[in-house]
C-alpha cells in the first residue's frame, strides 16, 4: 500500500564549493552545506553530478554523507 503514495529516498547531507560574485565585482568561493532528499535509487556520482547541475556557480562536491532514509511523496 505505501508504494502507491510513496517513493524510497534517502535524506542527504552535501556540502560544495560555489563561486559568489559580490558587489564589488570581485569573485569568491565559498563551502556551502545543504540538507537534501533525493531518490533512492541514484549513485554517489549521479548525485555529485545532480548537485553541480542543480545549484547555480556550483565548482565541485566536497562531500555527500548519507544521513538516514526517507519517503517521498509521489505526485
Avoid: C
Avoid at 503514495?5 to 565559498?30: C, P, S, T
Avoid at 540538507?35 to 565541485?60: C, G, N, Q, W, Y
Amino acid at each position: 500500500m505505501i508504494e502507491k503514495n510513496w517513493d524510497d529516498g534517502v535524506i542527504y547531507n552535501i556540502g560544495f564549493m560555489a563561486r559568489i560574485h559580490l558587489k564589488n565585482g570581485e569573485i569568491m568561493q565559498k563551502e556551502i552545506h545543504q540538507t537534501v532528499v533525493l531518490p533512492m535509487a541514484l549513485s554517489e556520482s549521479e548525485i555529485k553530478s545532480l548537485i553541480l547541475r542543480k545549484f547555480d556557480h556550483s565548482i565541485v562536491v566536497t562531500y555527500v554523507d548519507e544521513l538516514y532514509s526517507a519517503l517521498i511523496l509521489k505526485k
